[in-house]
């Protein structure tokens, strides 16, 4: 079972709320990605966990914060957000004891921000 | 030198033809070069992958070129169909560090019936 599971699909949210994407994969990944997506731009890497640990954070304002519960779920919570946060938000996962090879991505959750 | 540059942008094909995406690199550490492909509304899909130590790789109609002295790889389509009709993203990776994609900026194929 190669699947990334995220949800919602897709979610319209106003500047003030506040709102989880959630993300889950059960081929015993240790590391899990999220990326941004624009349309027609390529997947722009937002955050990495290793071993359920933070590894990279490429910088990404503070409304966008992670979670890893544990090594199958990854959360993202938005809080305040702006219109221009609008896009594709994809999860991908893959195995850091294979040199993180293969990442396998969800099938992302289309947010709209009014 | 983390760049992955990616051509054409766009790319139109008719049933039957053949499809070439070229991409190029400049960091000699990247030693890990996928290609994937994405549907509207759908996430990337890994297609195909090299290692430089490999100049081609071939799966069913899919072909990865590879040339380590240009800093160069490409993708063939052979006998490019319809449902190919996607957005294809090379992408490198130095394997063992991070898992930090760097990806092309795509090409979107359409392949005319």
């Known amino acids: 079972d190669t699947e990334v599971t995220q949800t919602p699909k897709h979610l319209v949210m106003g500047m003030t709320n506040k709102k989880s994407l959630k993300c889950e994969q059960h081929m015993g990944h240790r590391a899990m990605y999220w990326y941004k997506q624009k349309a027609k731009k390529p997947p722009e890497l937002m955050f990495v966990y290793s071993y359920e640990k933070l590894s990279i954070n490429e910088s990404v304002p503070s409304r966008f914060s992670p979670e890893c519960p544990n090594s199958s779920l990854l959360n993202l919570h938005l809080h305040a957000l702006q219109p221009e946060d609008s896009a594709l938000y994809l999860c991908a996962s893959s195995d850091p004891d294979r040199g993180f090879e293969t990442q396998y991505f969800g099938p992302g959750t289309r947010l709209l921000v009014l | 030198q983390q760049q992955v540059k990616q051509s054409p942008q766009s790319l139109i094909v008719q049933k039957g033809g053949i499809s070439i995406i070229n991409c190029a690199y400049e960091n000699t550490a990247f030693d890990y070069f996928p290609w994937y492909q994405q549907f509207p509304g759908k996430g990337p899909a890994l297609l195909i992958a090299?290692?430089?130590?490999?100049s081609e790789k071939k799966e069913g109609r899919f072909t990865i070129s590879f040339n380590k002295s240009a800093k160069q790889f490409s993708l063939h389509i052979m006998d490019s169909q319809p449902g190919d009709s996607a957005t294809y993203f090379c992408?490198?990776?130095?394997?063992?560090?991070?898992?930090?994609?760097?990806f092309g900026q795509g090409t979107t194929l359409q392949v005319k019936p």
């Open positions: 090299i290692r430089p130590d490999v």
């Open positions: 992408a490198a990776d130095n394997s063992g560090n991070t898992g930090k994609l760097i």
